[in-house]
């Protein structure tokens, strides 16, 4: 069983759609984190959050830390072809932890 | 800075054989991990190196896996002998912070190397 869900698994939608991608578990973690990972490249660190409740904003992308540090969402706003990815949410259940990776969710932005 | 640096970037080999990978991390860097990610799954990892010590290999297969940072660098990672469920992209990452901060300090993935296991 996984420790991190994603949902959707899958995910295609037009250029100028907004769209929102959820991490979920039944844990609670110190600290959370969201990758973009490209065909063929690593994955590239977006955002860690900390704190219960917590908002990060990185341009179009909106990133929330659950109140009770059990789940996280990742809401784009007018997506770009150019948010095309797999988007992994990596979660460390305690201060100093390595950090546990979710499946992902596959983004495909079509212009 | 240059990347984390991987080679080779695709190998192919029959089941039983032996592989090997290379890894140079971020110049500075005293944590290396190494990862496993299988078709439609996330990095799983499979073992961290704090310079040249090794702090977590819990989900290294140690049977037929084995890696090793023998000057606090540049690491390597064999599979002796693959398997066919091998087939994946392993992925080297390295990190600048201390084990008491690494939840704080980014991980810098490489681009991986992708292994066929026929």
């Known amino acids: 069983t996984q420790l991190l869900e994603q949902s959707p698994q899958f995910l295609s939608i037009q250029e100028g759609e907004n769209l929102t991608v959820y991490c979920n578990s039944s844990?609670?973690?110190?600290?959370l984190q969201w990758y973009r990972q490209e065909p063929g490249e690593g994955p590239v660190l977006l955002v860690t959050?900390?704190?219960?409740?917590e908002v990060k904003k990185l341009k179009r992308l909106t990133f929330q830390f659950g109140d009770a540090r059990k789940d996280s969402s990742l809401h784009i706003t007018a997506a770009q072809p150019g948010d095309t990815g797999l988007y992994l949410c990596?979660?460390?259940?305690?201060?100093?932890?390595?950090?546990?990776f979710g499946p992902g969710t596959r983004l495909s932005v079509l212009p | 800075e240059a990347g984390v640096a991987q080679s080779p970037r695709y190998k192919i080999i029959e089941k039983r054989q032996s592989v090997a990978f290379w890894c140079n991390p971020i110049?500075?860097?005293?944590?290396l991990y190494w990862y496993q990610q299988i078709l439609g799954q996330g990095p799983k990892l499979l073992i961290q190196?704090?310079?040249?010590?090794?702090?977590?290999d819990s989900q290294l297969p140690k049977d037929r896996f084995s890696a090793e940072r023998l000057k606090g660098v540049d690491s390597t990672l064999k599979i002796q002998p693959a398997k066919l469920e091998d087939s994946a992209v392993y992925l080297c990452?390295?990190?600048?912070?201390?084990?008491?901060?690494?939840?704080?300090?980014?991980?810098?993935f490489g681009n991986g190397t992708r292994l066929t296991v026929t």
């Open positions: 990452a390295s990190s600048s912070g201390q084990i008491l901060s690494s939840y704080n300090s980014p991980l810098h």
């Open positions: 844990s609670v973690f110190s600290s």
């Open positions: 959050v900390v704190t219960g409740g």
């Open positions: 990596a979660g460390a259940r305690n201060y100093g932890q390595n950090f546990v």
């Open positions: 110049s500075g860097h005293a944590t």
């Open positions: 190196f704090q310079n040249n010590g090794v702090v977590d």
